[in-house]
């Protein structure tokens, strides 16, 4: 029988820092569907993002071909050696995950999985990055807020759909493996979690003429969220007669708001803004 996270924390003594977003799993059951719901195999290099003291790592490392894991807190650096260091297809890298090269890490492998149980504090930068940067990952498997999972997943038309739900579905299928209670964590948070596979498109959802105007059009669009699109695409210093072709362009009426479009239709607004924004 492996050690359990309680009794390592024992045998360690060691010390939550809450500012590190540290909830450890608990739960076997939680582990099983993580490692089952990322559909690890004998192929794939696993990058885990805060391994904690390696309860989900070893059970990553009894599927994949090789585990590497990106630690921040020096305190967890020799538990982890200790406990798995002698695992041939185990590396442990005390980086930050918000600034460490992935490049460097995924190398030449083909069948790259992310499995982690984020730290909460910064889990939408660490998906922005791992998104916007463009690295070789299959899928995303993480363990997230239940809040930012419904607002990942959301479509059109529901109160949860904004920028973050674009930003995600631009770039990846998403599917909610499971729901997990506080109880299966130590120490509880306060919120419930869900684990959410983000599966890597082979091309991005709109074929997009200027990536960052679609984003900065998507904000717009969802910073005041009563706004219509019209009013949101103001600020991008065409003529009323000119921002009306740009509508016309794209089949869009004017009237609508940003959270009824799809992002087919974002692509298709941002597309034919940029059209007539740099015609001669
Ligand atoms: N994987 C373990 C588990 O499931 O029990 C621990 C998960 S805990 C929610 C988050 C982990 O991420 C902690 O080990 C924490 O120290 C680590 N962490 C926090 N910020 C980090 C960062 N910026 N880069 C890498 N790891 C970080």
């Not at 460490?100 to 889990?123: C, H, M, Q, R």
């Not at 717009?220 to 072709?245: I, P, V, Y």
Request: hydrophobic letters at 40%; charged letters at 30%.
């Amino acid at each position: 029988m492996d050690i359990s996270t309680q009794d390592l924390v024992k045998k360690y003594n060691f010390k939550f820092t809450k500012s590190l977003g540290q909830n450890f799993l608990i739960d076997d059951s939680v582990l099983v569907d993580i490692v089952s719901g990322a559909e690890i195999g004998p192929d794939d290099l696993v990058i885990e993002i805060g391994p904690g003291v390696g309860t989900l790592t070893r059970e990553l490392l009894k599927k994949a071909k090789k585990v590497v894991a990106i630690e921040l807190d020096s305190e967890l650096i020799p538990i982890l050696t200790n406990e798995l260091g002698d695992n041939p297809n185990f590396r442990l890298v005390h980086e930050d995950a918000l600034k460490v090269d992935f490049n460097k890490i995924i190398g030449e492998e083909k069948s790259v999985k992310l499995v982690a149980n984020l730290p909460y504090y910064v889990t939408t930068p660490i998906i922005a990055r791992l998104l916007n940067e463009g690295y070789n990952f299959k899928s995303l498997t993480i363990m997230i807020q239940k809040e930012v999972a419904e607002r990942i997943n959301a479509e059109p038309n529901c109160k949860e759909y904004g920028a973050l739900s674009i930003l995600v579905q631009y770039f990846c299928d998403t599917k909610i493996i499971r729901k997990v209670s506080p109880q299966s964590f130590i120490p509880r948070p306060k919120v419930d979690s869900i684990v959410i596979r983000l599966d890597k498109l082979d091309k991005p959802k709109a074929e997009l003429k200027d990536k960052e105007l679609f984003f900065s059009i998507v904000r717009n669009s969802f910073n005041m969220r009563r706004k219509t699109l019209w009013n949101a695409l103001k600020s991008f210093g065409l003529s009323k007669e000119d921002l009306e072709e740009v509508f016309l362009k794209a089949g869009i009426d004017q009237k609508r708001r940003g959270e009824t479009l799809s992002i087919e239709e974002f692509g298709e607004l941002a597309n034919s803004l940029y059209i007539v924004k740099n015609r001669g």
